[in-house]
């Protein structure tokens, strides 16, 4: 077959780590890879919740293992990436899914919650890929996380948004010097329900009519909606893609209203 024809959506084989992939966001990712048949390592720092997730990864097929991450010691991601290493004996697919937040307004923020959020968001983003990316084999995926916040004003989150557009620059950065070894994109969710906003989020509130009056699509999506598109841009069907965004918003960022 020819090396260009075109290959399909799956990550069936791949060896994949999902940093922050036990809860919200990114465990939904690591379930769904495992259910497309690749082997998956889910890691934070919440021993109890690693636990958990891998064994809900084991009962869908996948190998896996135990190991709890900080994504702010690069010590730690060095132990990560070692036991991956060893389980998997290589690496194709890294998610940086990973996150914090704090709602401050612009001029309250102090210094704390500023370096919190950013030492987590996009520091962390770059101790994954330094950390990572040398071990991954040729033509692997990175995919980071970023958020509309990256480009929408939103009330509260200075430091959140700052860090996300810091994740996408620095997700084309990293797609530029690694190529063409290795691909590097992003994708910027929109409002999903997960376990942590379910609240926040339920049918009924202020906050979730503006949502659903703001977005094309009517509603808000289930975390399990993401899945697809890190399936395809950790595919050998994007093997030509490389420095994009990929907003998975049910198209809040495109209404005006």
């Known amino acids: 077959m020819d090396e260009h024809t075109p290959s399909p959506v799956t990550v069936d084989g791949k060896r994949a780590i999902v940093v922050g992939g036990t809860s919200g966001l990114g465990e939904a990712i690591a379930l769904g890879f495992a259910d497309d048949g690749a082997d998956v390592i889910a890691t934070s720092r919440d021993e109890?919740?690693?636990?958990?997730?891998?064994?809900?990864?084991?009962?869908?097929g996948a190998e896996t293992t135990?190991?709890?991450?900080?994504?702010?010691?690069?010590?730690?991601l060095e132990a990560v990436r070692d036991a991956t290493e060893e389980t998997f004996g290589g690496i194709d697919v890294v998610?940086?899914?990973?996150?914090?937040?704090?709602?401050?307004?612009?001029?309250?923020?102090?210094?704390?919650?500023?370096?919190?959020?950013?030492?987590?968001?996009?520091d962390g983003v770059r101790r994954v890929i330094q950390t990572f990316a040398p071990a991954m084999d040729d033509g692997g995926s990175i995919v980071t996380i970023s958020s509309l916040a990256a480009r929408l004003s939103m009330a509260n989150l200075p430091a959140y948004s700052a860090a996300k557009g810091g994740v996408e620059?620095?997700?084309?950065?990293?797609?530029?010097e690694l190529a063409p070894d290795l691909r590097v994109n992003a994708i910027a969710p929109g409002f999903f329900i997960t376990p942590q906003?379910?609240?926040t989020y339920a049918e009924g509130t202020e906050k979730r009519e503006r949502i659903d009056e703001r977005t094309p699509m009517g509603r808000v999506g289930d975390r399990e909606e993401l899945v697809g598109a890190a399936i395809y841009l950790s595919s050998d069907s994007a093997s030509y893609v490389t420095g994009e965004v990929l907003t998975v918003d049910g198209g809040f960022a495109t209404s005006a209203l």
């Open 48 to 60: 109890s919740r690693v636990a958990d997730t891998a064994a809900a990864l084991a009962d869908r």
């Open 66 to 76: 135990r190991v709890t991450c900080d994504v702010t010691d690069t010590d730690s």
């Open 95 to 122: 998610v940086a899914s990973q996150g914090a937040i704090s709602r401050e307004t612009v001029l309250g923020i102090g210094d704390d919650d500023w370096e919190m959020v950013t030492d987590v968001a996009l």
């Open 169 to 176: 620059a620095y997700t084309r950065a990293a797609a530029k």
């Open 197 to 199: 906003n379910a609240e």
